[in-house]
């Protein structure tokens, strides 16, 4: 019970040292808008509402924030960051909703979107759940697609599809034969931005998963959904679950999503803006930087596993001592 209490002690006098008592320093010239549609799902995924998503996710990244001096609209963005799967088109195949977006970004501002996109035509067509970065000429200059997919939401193990299929079954998202996983983990190069690693939402729950191996990016960009879940307590804990990725890993979070929560959070999770669930609106803030490389971004689990395997030990040369302590007494009686 000492050892115990003295380990909780000791973590929390690391706590107190290792966080700032003030605001960490900024990324200088970068200024984040986040947009926060509250779109509802039968809306979000209709086809025939694309120009008219589109129109209000233009118009509503352009209104002024909703606090006060926090900036006057789109004028002084760097970064405009839209939730995941905005769109209920491929945005690599509308050209027109790229111009759109072209004319509506700043100069030398960009956007940072979650899309679903498509590689090749026909039986042989692939479908990608993706963050794709859109510049201001209105060309897609980086794609990330999400390695760690949703089982039964954005795809059906082969092993069940038939089965599942034959009882009426489908997964949520309804893409032909289900959305292929990104090969592996990458960076994302945003004009402007330090490196930047993207996460497209229950990514974000998986320790470890939200940084590429061998890389120190500047931040982690989460765009989700959490739509899905209505008004309960998933999208909060979904957002828990996402800024303790910033904390394990020493480096701000930005976060985009279709309802709440969306916030900026700087490296040692504490919530530097946030739009709650249930509300639509933007949110304007500066660039936290990044501390230092946490222990976990160093080792990851690695030292966790080292102090389980003490424990084991200590714990069976204790029990091994008390066996031969009662042997030892049974022999004297």
């Not at 997964?171 to 990104?182: D, E, K, L, R, S």
């Not at 004009?191 to 996460?199: D, E, I, M, Q, T």
Request: aromatic share 6%; hydrophobic share 45%; net charge neutral.
């Amino acid at each position: 019970a000492l050892a115990a209490a003295l380990g909780l002690g000791g973590l929390a006098l690391f706590g107190v040292l290792r966080v700032p008592a003030g605001p960490v320093d900024t990324v200088p010239g970068v200024r984040i808008r986040i947009m926060q549609p509250n779109l509802p799902q039968d809306e979000k995924f209709a086809p025939s509402a694309g120009p008219d998503i589109l129109a209000r996710y233009l118009a509503l990244s352009a209104r002024p924030a909703s606090g006060e001096g926090e900036g006057g609209g789109l004028g002084d963005a760097t970064l405009l960051v839209w939730p995941e799967s905005a769109f209920p088109f491929l945005l690599n195949r509308e050209p027109e909703a790229l111009r759109q977006i072209a004319e509506a970004l700043p100069p030398g501002a960009s956007l940072v979107t979650g899309a679903a996109r498509s590689e090749g035509t026909g039986r042989d067509a692939r479908y990608y759940n993706s963050i794709q970065v859109v510049g201001g000429t209105g060309a897609i200059l980086a794609t990330y697609d999400k390695v760690h997919l949703v089982p039964f939401g954005e795809y059906v193990p082969a092993i069940l599809d038939d089965a599942l299929r034959g009882l009426g079954l489908r997964q949520f998202v309804a893409i032909p034969g289900g959305f292929t996983p990104g090969s592996r983990k990458t960076g994302l190069a945003v004009p402007g931005l330090p490196p930047v690693a993207g996460s497209i939402c229950y990514e974000a729950i998986f320790p470890g998963e939200s940084v590429a191996a061998g890389s120190r990016p500047g931040l982690i960009l989460n765009v989700t959904n959490d739509g899905w879940f209505g008004d309960t307590p998933g999208p909060r804990q979904h957002f828990a679950q996402a800024r303790l990725r910033a904390v394990e890993q020493g480096l701000p979070l930005v976060r985009a999503a279709n309802t709440g929560i969306s916030a900026i959070v700087d490296p040692f999770g504490r919530v530097l803006g946030a739009l709650p669930v249930g509300r639509e609106g933007v949110l304007d803030g500066a660039l936290p930087a990044a501390a230092q490389p946490t222990v976990f971004s160093r080792w990851g689990d690695i030292p966790a596993a080292v102090l389980i395997g003490l424990a084991l030990v200590v714990a069976l040369a204790m029990r091994r001592r008390h066996r031969v302590e009662r042997g030892s007494e049974s022999r004297h009686i």
